[in-house]
């Protein structure tokens, strides 16, 4: 026997789940003799690329882990007193095993689907009353990008509903961390708002301002008693946003009780790592009367078809799906997975545990300025919570140096420096940043009374601005402190939901394909999660390997000069690229071009971008073919030559169709001198194939949450970052606090210079493992098993638009609507997969009562079988019910989904079996998933919007009520 020993096991072999013998009947199936035959009837020859993507050979898995923490070793963690914004945690390790790396939670889709998705929605539930009750407010979203992100959401929230049209001054207090106010910039810039930075203790108030923004502690650590501020802005019909520290509300009277109209912040140290800038949640708590204006998602309590408590995503007419450019924001992927885990936090340590917290923060900080001050050092700040201010003088130098010899970031300002203690911040600590700041001054430790000090803390906040009211009281804050109850308390909302644990979920347009765990384990690793992003960048240097090498590659599969990696979702892409391109025509005098063409096929975060990017939206026709009508785009594009801005094109199409004439489409738009922007959403179906470039674009931003394996984390993170062509490159987003300024950078559009950086690793470790081969191979599998359930479903679901050869792409459209005639709706059959145990496809979009199908490359044959089994199973239940064998109105599709409690009630009275209902075919019994309520009511629960958990004797048996059961009846 012959041993080889130069086996190295391939990760696209465990990506790309079909073999060979599965291909070859898949093959067979479609009608092809080989994977090259089927793509080259599938993406025209003239936009494919001519070589092999040029990347570094695919590294296994093993390989890749130890090549890695050689880069991560070149990252320092230091302690990190830097604050602004990011604080050092501990993550319960109960939230971070059981949560952050669990597959479970990690790989669950956004609860569109809300029968399958009831844990999330209440871990959802949970955070927003977290947030209601630590802001004061009335109601709160589940939620937002990050803090920058949601105070410019604030600002925008305040101009649309401003009653003084003519108002457009926003004010904005110079105390607001300067990454937030970058942003504020890049966001009033389009809508003509114009900034007033300044003091907000002398700052004249006047009619023309509808706003104004204060932050709570503010920048320099200092907490200001803001009531007679807000008095007179109010006077003067000025809206107030503050930006708070969430974990400060513990401490201090909220916002909500002294004025705020809207409170807005980060909940990163509600137990999730500061990952050298994100992921993170931030929150956006206002008053009722806003209910309708608020950006991103809201949660609410509604019934099922039992009546039973249920739970759902409320007032979705105010999203980008269904509004478009009227949107109240862009937002569609946020940062859900961050805010279960911050509201796990509050669950986890409940109110005394919050406040034990907050308080030794507190106290340790009192404890270092007290010391610093018997030093003789120069305090700058008198009220404060977690950040002392001071001045340096002279030892701004050796104090730096001191810091950096005991592993110390700290926040330095000319001569001033602020440091900020987190709950990883220990007394020992304290007493070495003591030391240090005695010795640069020929002391000691003994010049300071620190154990007398120690003993004797008490808070330096006013008595006025100390909090008073309770927080956290619901029960669910109060119920699961040891770790059997919470871990159980996890464990049983994670069985409420399906996830990639469970089966596919073939959501058109999201990419739902394999999160590897290799891709995830460094996301946790100390060198990654526990840098600071403003730490200096001496201490960064496997951060910026890992950012260079993903650049190059990034840039290699889009063919563009460059990208940025600061938008932190695909629609934050589409409006960075928006904003570059809206820079460039500025910057060439050709400020007058505004108007974005787009596609009536488009996303609706796609119209959502461009109204904030300032644009006016001109809708682009399609043909029956689905195809962009190129007479109308040729029309548009020529009445409007003097004011095109851009065309906003998605490729292939979201019909799940390569256009034939894209280039030709590109051409167009360039020769009426506009820029075309890509939606790269639909990469999956171009890598190592065809590229943005190549088709003719000029900026795209990929979602890294689909086509390069960031889970979705049950609506976030995500990472959008946008590449361009050469002639955009300066004018990429740059920040306030890092440089990354390319010479004519736009002002930031995410808080953190590199977005969500931590998750960037995943990606990264998905192309480098993939290589070339790999990675275009996961696009030719993911095409055939496209069409291979094309090819099976075609007969029994007519699929709209297909190709010249009639092949898809990588997803493609079944046609629902003909099933209304006899009373079927498109929302029924998605229920009805449920029963099978499948996540419905992509309902009604792009076209309504259709499901889109995408199924990826890292399904298995036998799994697109089951999943097509399913749906032919659901056809011939609705042909029953056509021919009258199923009842029009009770029937399987229509009471779908069918609960365990309704399946095993005492009562059965529906026309068709109970067998019929939860195990409709064989396979399903050997693993049933059970929807943990009916179907939902969604007109109820916008009726009476509750947002927050409702008291839960509303929803418990009374004990009384437990009796003994009676058998045989
Ligand atoms: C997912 C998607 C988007 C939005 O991306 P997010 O990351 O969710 O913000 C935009 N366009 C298309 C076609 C998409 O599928």
Redesign the pocket.
């Known amino acids: 026997m012959k041993l080889n020993i130069d086996y190295q096991e391939k990760f696209q072999s465990r990506h790309i789940a079909p073999n060979e013998a599965d291909t070859a009947q898949m093959l067979k199936a479609i009608g092809v003799n080989s994977l090259d035959e089927l793509i080259s009837q599938t993406i025209p020859e003239k936009i494919r690329l001519k070589a092999p993507l040029d990347l570094p050979p695919a590294k296994s898995e093993f390989d890749y882990l130890n090549t890695l923490k050689q880069t991560a070793s070149k990252n320092k963690v230091f302690k990190s007193f830097i604050g602004q914004g990011y604080y050092d945690v501990i993550v319960p390790g109960v939230i971070q095993r059981n949560i952050l790396e669990n597959p479970g939670w990690y790989t669950q889709y956004t609860p569109y689907q809300a029968e399958i998705a009831q844990g999330r929605l209440q871990a959802l539930l949970n955070f927003q009353t977290m947030v209601i009750e630590l802001t004061g407010m009335e109601i709160a979203n589940a939620s937002l990008l990050d803090e920058g992100t949601a105070a410019a959401e604030a600002m925008f929230m305040q101009y649309s509903t401003r009653k003084n049209q003519s108002a457009n001054v926003f004010f904005v207090s110079e105390e607001v961390f300067p990454q937030t106010i970058d942003i504020l910039k890049t966001r009033a810039q389009p809508y003509g708002i114009e900034l007033l930075i300044g003091d907000h203790q002398t700052v004249e108030l006047t009619d023309e301002m509808f706003g104004a923004i204060i932050q709570y502690p503010a920048g320099s650590g200092a907490v200001y008693n803001y009531k007679s501020y807000a008095e007179k802005a109010h006077e003067k019909a000025i809206k107030l946003t503050v930006v708070a520290d969430i974990m400060s509300l513990v401490l201090l009277t909220p916002p909500g009780e002294w004025g705020a109209d809207i409170v807005v912040g980060s909940t990163q140290r509600f137990g999730v790592p500061m990952g050298f800038g994100g992921p993170h949640a931030a929150f956006f708590a206002t008053k009722e009367e806003y209910k309708r204006s608020i950006p991103g998602r809201i949660i609410g309590v509604t019934i099922d078809s039992a009546g039973d408590y249920a739970l759902r995503m409320a007032l979705q007419t105010r999203e980008q799906h269904i509004r478009r450019d009227k949107a109240t924001s862009n937002i569609?992927?946020a940062q859900a997975l961050l805010a279960i885990m911050a509201g796990m936090y509050a669950v986890y340590h409940g109110p005394k545990g919050v406040k034990l917290i907050a308080e030794r923060i507190h106290g340790l900080t009192i404890l270092l300025a007290e010391s610093l001050k018997q030093l003789g050092y120069d305090q700058l700040n008198g009220a404060y919570f977690d950040t002392v201010k001071f001045d340096l003088g002279a030892l701004a130098g050796p104090i730096h140096s001191e810091a950096v010899n005991n592993q110390m970031n700290f926040n330095y300002k000319g001569s001033a420096v602020t440091i900020s203690v987190d709950e990883t911040t220990s007394p020992e600590d304290i007493k070495t940043i003591v030391r240090f700041f005695a010795r640069v001054k020929g002391k000691s430790l003994n010049d300071v009374s620190f154990d007398e000090l120690t003993q004797n803390l008490k808070t330096v906040i006013p008595a006025d601005l100390q909090r008073k009211s309770a927080y956290l009281t619901h029960a669910i804050f109060n119920s699961h402190h040891s770790e059997h109850e919470m871990l159980r308390y996890i464990k049983s909302l994670e069985a409420k939901d399906l996830s990639l644990c469970h089966s596919m979920i073939a959501l058109g347009?999201?990419t739902m394909k394999l999160n590897a765990t290799t891709e995830m384990v460094p996301v946790t690793w100390a060198e990654f999660s526990k840098m600071h992003p403003f730490a200096p960048t001496d201490q960064v240097g496997g951060y910026m390997q890992l950012f260079d090498e993903l650049n190059k590659w990034l840039s290699e599969i889009t063919g563009f000069a460059a990208m940025s990696l600061q938008p932190n979702?695909?629609?934050?892409g589409?409006y960075a690229g928006l904003m570059v391109i809206r820079a460039y025509h500025n910057d060439k005098g050709d400020s007058h071009r505004n108007i974005a063409l787009i596609p009536s096929s488009a996303?609706g975060?796609?119209p959502a971008s461009a109204a904030m990017a300032g644009m006016k939206i001109v809708v682009v026709r399609c043909d029956d073919n689905g195809n962009i009508d190129v007479a109308d785009l040729k029309a548009k594009a020529d009445q409007y030559k003097n004011e095109l801005s851009c065309l906003m094109v998605?490729y292939p199409s979201?019909h799940g169709v390569f256009e034939e004439s894209i280039i030709e489409i590109c051409e167009i738009i360039h020769a009426n001198g506009g820029q075309v922007y890509m939606?790269g959403?639909?990469m999956n179906a171009q890598v190592g194939l065809t590229s943005p470039a190549n088709i003719g674009a000029d900026v795209c931003h990929l979602?890294l949450?689909?086509t390069f394996c960031i889970p979705h984390g049950g609506g976030g993170p995500?990472m959008?970052p946008i590449g361009v062509a050469k002639h955009l490159v300066p004018y990429l987003p740059g920040h306030a606090v890092v440089d990354i300024d390319k010479g004519k950078s736009i002002h930031a559009v995410s808080s953190a210079p590199w977005g969500s950086a931590s998750i960037l690793v995943i990606s990264h470790a998905y192309i480098a493992m993939m290589g070339s081969e790999g990675l275009t191979n996961a696009t030719r599998y993911a095409i055939l098993n496209a069409n291979y359930i094309k090819k099976r479903l075609e007969h029994h679901y007519p699929v709209l638009y297909t190709g010249a050869n009639g092949r898809c792409a990588h997803e493609m459209i079944l046609d629902c609507r003909a099933f209304k005639n006899f009373g079927i709706e498109v929302t029924d059959i998605a229920k009805r997969l449920m029963d099978y145990g499948f996540h419905a496809p992509t309902v009604s979009f792009p076209v309504a009562g259709t499901v889109m199908v995408e199924p990826t490359e890292s399904e298995p044959k036998h799994e697109l079988d089951r999943f097509c089994d399913a749906m032919i199973s659901i056809r011939h239940e609705i042909d029953n019910v056509e021919k009258g064998i199923l009842d029009k109105t009770d029937n399987p599709l229509k009471n779908a989904p069918h609960t365990a409690s309704v399946i095993t009630a005492n009562e059965w009275e529906h026309p068709y079996t109970r067998q019929n209902a939860a195990f409709p075919l064989p396979y399903v019994a050997a693993f049933k998933f059970w929807p943990s309520v009916g179907r939902v009511n969604d007109t109820y629960g916008d009726r009476t919007l509750i947002c927050s958990c409702p008291p839960l004797t509303d929803y418990e048996f009374e004990e009384s009520e437990v009796t003994t059961p009676e058998y045989g009846t």
């Open positions: 569609c992927t347009s999201c979702a695909g629609a934050q589409e996303h975060t796609n998605t979201t939606d959403a639909n979602n949450h689909k995500g959008g």
